[in-house]
């Protein structure tokens, strides 16, 4: 992570220098000298980043140097930001100009000399940070010495090498996918040909068995019989072919066969060709476990030499990639491993935390040894760690502090050890990306969208000017999944990932390697508002979860180094529903609970003082939030957001959908950072900002659900960033100095995805031509909606006038089903648009 973090400070200083220099103006002078000073400190240190990634598991000192090289880069990151908004500001022009030009030209004279003083400030306390950071970065310099810190590739924890016995008694859970699996390998299709050697492979995260699944069917009776020779061969991250090859003449020689001995002095070549001897006309099965390497030419050269090998063989491979059973062709004979059950973790649990205790304490325990079991989400490894772990603890007490402790907490090498392999297999900027997976609660469906905006707010996507940071965003999403760390993957018509959810121990090892950089909390009614005590200097990321009718918790102590803050209203669980359902009756069924003594009903009197109370406390916390880059405040009880909002200047991603907020406030178009604003099923929302066309970084804006009752602004035509424009009411009326037109998309050409809802009897052509949509090359989707008949909203139609790029899919009607399989996420939302204006439930649940 530091090494991306390292990398991401250089590639933006080097683009605001070039910034600078196209743009003729010099906004910091005299810091030439520690500019290069500091670009060479951190290139050295760089170099060692490696090394010190790897020691710090086990060297606190080494962890204690990273932490302070990870807070002066944050440091340093913030300055630069500081200065690139600063440049921004001279982009744009004058903040109240009613018709500026789109601030891709020079800055004009005059109005670069009324800001002059200002300026000469900003130039000074920039480069007086800048000279501070040099010399904190000087210190933390030293230490690479100190630790003696060497320049090396990152080597990574090493796997005690897997061998094919096992104890089969204790193996639960698998008994269907073993039978599928054996079936797979007895039994040969009727047109196999003698140089067909079948791959099959087994995939899973870290822990979920795989090796233990393979172990299981290479000893089972039917397999030992049907082949003639089994050679088992754990590869491991390093695909090694000598070794492995090797490997594979000793397990098809006898051990005392001239073929087996010296080896080590064999080439590949040679190797290979004893492979090819000793296999002619056999029936083989062998094993490859834990492979990482999805280079095709590492295996091209063993699946040559099996050719010789009687029908029926099979190689057998386990690993944690997606990439690697692409490359051994595996398909169709994939078996992805699935999270065992509760019941089933908790017989591997009892299998070791039981050993040696008599029946009447096993019952002693039994309940909160299951609920433990719950802990492990599906994952075999843990369980039997835990068991492991509570083989020791022999009271309630001790049982009752596991339970209550989260796994981060815990001492579970074991557990965490596979995931590590996973980890540093990673490059670099996308270990990044993964640790901020930590942030999402557990449980929840994650949008692949959402979360590349996220990672784009957090400046984790760094991308040269010819590729898109969506891009970008896209492959580091797929790298991760091809690890096994997403699950329950969601798809498009089209197969690419709409979705994903995160295993829970992954989550938890996410965290545990975030340590004080990251904090949950969970807030409930009856909780005293004391606050939330977060590490100064330390906490960059904090993720609030609020129970029903809890307070918002205040003060924030230590939150000033805060980079995102993410807030939820917690969802209904069943308890919550059985309760409420009789919380505001009597023994007789009348409710009293929102009358005085006179029969006034006071309940709105007291949501609106809670409102703005709640507004209050939000401003006050802004204030502090100096840092932030990503705000996420879903379903929130505020009609108004606090004007503290547009202090925000390093603010990248605004988030506050399902929430009753009626208006946003002006100064929102300050933040001139700001990459993507979401107001989803913002229901009462009455109209965006005016002066929007401020938001000159805009890229993402969704108001799917939120249909504002006056008006979208005309400004919105003047964002030329944006990417994506969702749920956006227009008219087709260009004569409208306020409303946004469909024409006023002209200008919008890196649009990639469109959905409208047209406030019109049909679609005007001149407007539409107007909007030149044609030339709008990178458009893929276009979704409409409107108050039209049947004919005009056929798609034929609707493409025809607006004359949309050949590639677009241009879909219509907004009450055929066809409308949203089509587009995925995006429609999804708006289909959600669709029935909030029908209605909800009092528990947030749609209805027709």
């Not at 743009?23 to 490696?50: F, P």
């Not at 080896?263 to 062998?286: A, F, P």
């Not at 907004?814 to 669709?834: D, K, N, Q, S, T």
Request: proline share 3%; hydrophobic share 35%.
């Amino acid at each position: 992570m530091s090494d991306a973090l390292v990398s991401a400070i250089l590639q933006q200083l080097t683009t605001i220098i070039y910034e600078e220099a196209k743009q003729e103006v010099k906004l910091v002078t005299g810091v030439g000298k520690e500019i290069k000073r500091l670009e060479n400190n951190l290139e050295s240190i760089q170099a060692l980043l490696d090394d010190a990634e790897e020691r710090q598991m086990k060297e606190k000192n080494i962890t204690i140097w990273l932490g302070r090289l990870k807070e002066v880069c944050y440091d340093m990151e913030d300055v630069l930001d500081e200065w690139n908004t600063a440049l921004l500001k001279l982009q744009v022009g004058e903040a109240d100009q009613k018709n500026f030009s789109l601030f891709k030209g020079k800055v004009c004279r005059p109005f670069f000399s009324c800001f002059r003083c200002g300026q000469v400030v900003q130039r000074h306390d920039i480069a007086l940070k800048i000279k501070d950071i040099n010399e904190r970065l000087d210190e933390i310099a030293k230490g690479k010495d100190r630790y003696q810190l060497t320049a090396r590739d990152v080597r990574q924890p090493i796997r005690a090498e897997s061998t094919s016995f096992t104890e089969v008694s204790k193996l639960q859970g698998r008994d269907e996918v073993k039978k599928n699996l054996i079936d797979s390998l007895l039994c040969g299709n009727s047109d196999e040909i003698e140089s067909d050697v079948k791959m099959i492979s087994i995939v899973g995260m870290g822990g979920i068995g795989k090796t233990a699944l393979a172990q299981l069917v290479y000893n089972d009776e039917a397999v030992v019989a049907h082949f003639d020779k089994k050679i088992w061969v754990c590869v491991s991250e390093v695909f090694d072919r000598s070794r492995i090859a090797k490997a594979i003449i000793m397990g098809l020689a006898e051990p005392d066969h001239a073929s087996a001995r010296n080896l080590d002095s064999l080439t590949l070549q040679i190797l290979l060709e004893r492979i090819r001897e000793n296999i002619k006309g056999k029936k083989v099965l062998l094993v490859l476990d834990d492979v990482w390497t999805d280079d095709s030419e590492s295996w091209e050269s063993f699946n040559q030499a099996f050719k010789p090998a009687a029908p029926g063989s099979r190689v057998l491979v386990t690993t944690r990639k997606d990439t690697v059973v692409k490359t051994m062709k595996s398909s169709p004979d994939v078996f992805p491993l699935e999270q065992l059950s509760e019941d089933v973790c908790w017989k591997i649990l009892c299998q070791e935390a039981f050993v040696g205790r008599g029946d009447e304490q096993c019952k002693n325990l039994e309940g909160i040894g299951k609920n433990i079991a719950k802990k492990c989400s599906g994952l075999p490894l843990a369980a039997k760690t835990l068991g492991s772990m509570l083989r020791s603890k022999k009271t309630r007490e001790e049982w009752t502090n596991i339970l209550n402790s989260e796994m981060w907490e815990l001492d579970l090498e074991a557990v965490f050890a596979p995931l590590l392999l996973s980890y540093f297999d990673l490059p670099s900027a996308v270990r990044r990306c993964f640790l901020y997976c930590s942030t999402f609660r557990k449980g929840v469906e994650i949008e692949r969208d959402d979360l590349i905006y996220q990672w784009m707010a957090q400046g984790y996507l760094n991308s040269s000017q010819n590729r898109g940071l969506e891009i970008t965003g896209v492959e580091y999403f797929e790298c991760l999944a091809a690890r096994s760390f997403f699950q329950d993957l969601e798809t498009h018509e089209d197969g690419s990932i709409r979705a994903c959810k995160i295993h829970d121990i992954v989550l938890d090892f996410a965290r545990f390697l975030m340590g004080n950089e990251f904090v949950v909390k969970e807030v409930h009614p009856h909780d005293e508002n004391s606050g939330i005590e977060l590490f100064p200097e330390k906490t960059h990321h904090l993720l609030l979860v609020l129970a029903e009718n809890a307070c918002f918790p205040t003060p924030l102590v230590g939150a000033e180094k805060l980079r995102s803050l993410s807030i939820f209203k917690s969802d209904y669980s069943e308890e919550d529903e059985t309760s409420n359902d009789h919380s505001e009756e009597d023994e007789t069924g009348n409710d009293h609970s929102e009358e005085d003594e006179t029969g006034n009903d006071h309940s709105k009197e007291d949501e609106t003082r809670n409102d703005h109370a709640e507004e209050d406390e939000i401003g006050n916390l802004l204030i502090q939030l100096k840092h932030l880059r990503s705000l996420i405040f879903c379903g929130g009880n505020i009609n108004g957001f606090p004007e503290e909002v547009g202090k925000l200047m390093h603010l990248k991603l605004l988030d506050l959908s399902d929430s009753k907020l009626k208006r946003l406030p002006e100064a929102i178009c300050g933040l001139l950072n700001l990459q993507s604003l979401f107001l989803r099923c913002c229901y009462s929302l009455e109209a965006l900002p005016d002066k929007i066309e401020k938001l000159v970084n805009l890229r993402h804006l969704d108001t799917c659900g939120s249909g504002c009752s006056t008006y979208y602004p005309k400004g919105i035509g003047r964002l030329t960033s944006l990417r994506t424009l969702l749920g956006i009411v227009v008219s087709c009326d260009h004569n409208d100095d306020k409303k946004f037109s469909l024409g006023d998309l002209e200008n919008l050409c890196q649009l990639r995805s469109l959905a409208l809802v047209v406030r019109a009897p049909q679609i005007d052509a001149n407007e539409a031509r107007r909007a030149k949509l044609r030339s709008k090359i990178h458009l893929k989707h276009i979704e409409l909606a409107g108050p039209w008949s049947s004919d005009e909203t056929k798609t034929d139609n609707v493409s025809k006038v607006l004359n949309a790029p050949s590639q677009t899919n241009v879909i219509t009607d907004w009450e055929r089903p066809e409308f949203f399989r089509h587009v995925g996420a995006h429609a999804l939302a708006i289909r959600e648009a669709y029935l909030f204006r029908i209605g909800r439930d009092q528990r947030g649940r749609f209805f027709w």
